[in-house]
């Protein structure tokens, strides 16, 4: 079975421009969540989707994020326009219920 | 709210020797427990878990986790430490009516030969 995936591995964009992250869960699984890490801090949760609507989104910074997840299978998260700070690793995870979450690799994205 | 402490950033232990990684906890409810770890340029891998029964809880790679709730803890625990268990740990959290998890910062296991 293939585990989360995550499109693109790395990203390194200029301050002001547009990235788009994917995410691609586990078949089957209707949960999905966002998570990231900055600085080497702690992993903070972003949102969490249930199939395509969007059951908790307390965790998104500011309304430049974005996220989708149409027809309920992958998600995009969209940074637009990406400031410095916004620098760090995205985590997808997918869960078929609301007890383990399987993790992605992570997008590493860097802003200049 | 929820919230998670893990009180050591790095931990170094001798390979063949015991090793514990610590973690303590807030929840509302009854917890829901999970310890994950991140090799170098990899994605968080589920090593265990605590929902409910056995307070001692045994996961992948000889690992196990011991479940206090008397002092809101789960630590992290080997018998005998490997050089490749070397990697980023963190614990997570959550309660059992909430999706997200919450996170500690994680420590860095370094196991020397």
């Not at chain 1, 609507?53 to 998260?77: C, H, I, V, W």
């Not at chain 2, 080997?78 to 059992?96: E, H, I, Q």
Request: aromatic residues 12%.
């Amino acid at each position: 079975e293939a585990g989360v995936t995550q499109f693109p591995s790395h990203s390194v964009i200029e301050k002001g421009q547009t990235v788009t992250l994917r995410c691609d869960p586990i078949s089957g699984h209707d949960n999905l969540y966002w998570y990231r890490r900055v600085m080497g801090k702690e992993i903070k949760f972003l949102l969490h989707f249930v199939k395509e609507s969007k059951q908790d989104e307390s965790g998104m910074p500011n309304n430049r994020f974005l996220a989708e997840r149409t027809g309920g299978t992958y998600s995009t998260l969209k940074v637009q326009p990406a400031e410095l700070e916004d620098s760090g690793v995205y985590f997808c995870a997918s869960s078929p219920n609301r007890d383990t979450q399987y993790f992605g690799p992570g997008t590493r994205l860097t802003v200049l | 709210a929820q919230s998670v402490a893990q009180p050591e950033d790095q931990v170094n232990v001798a390979e063949g020797n015991p090793l514990t990684v610590k973690c303590t906890y807030s929840v509302s409810g009854n917890p829901y427990l999970f310890w994950y770890v991140q090799y170098p340029n990899r994605g968080l891998q589920f090593l265990l878990k605590y929902i409910t029964g056995d307070n001692l809880v045994k996961g992948s790679y000889g690992f196990e986790a011991e479940f206090n709730k008397s002092q809101t803890s789960f630590h992290l625990k080997k018998p005998s430490a490997l050089v490749s268990d070397s990697a980023l740990y963190f614990c997570a959290v959550k309660d059992t009516n909430a999706g997200k998890s919450t996170f500690g910062d994680g420590t860095t296991l370094t196991v020397k030969p």
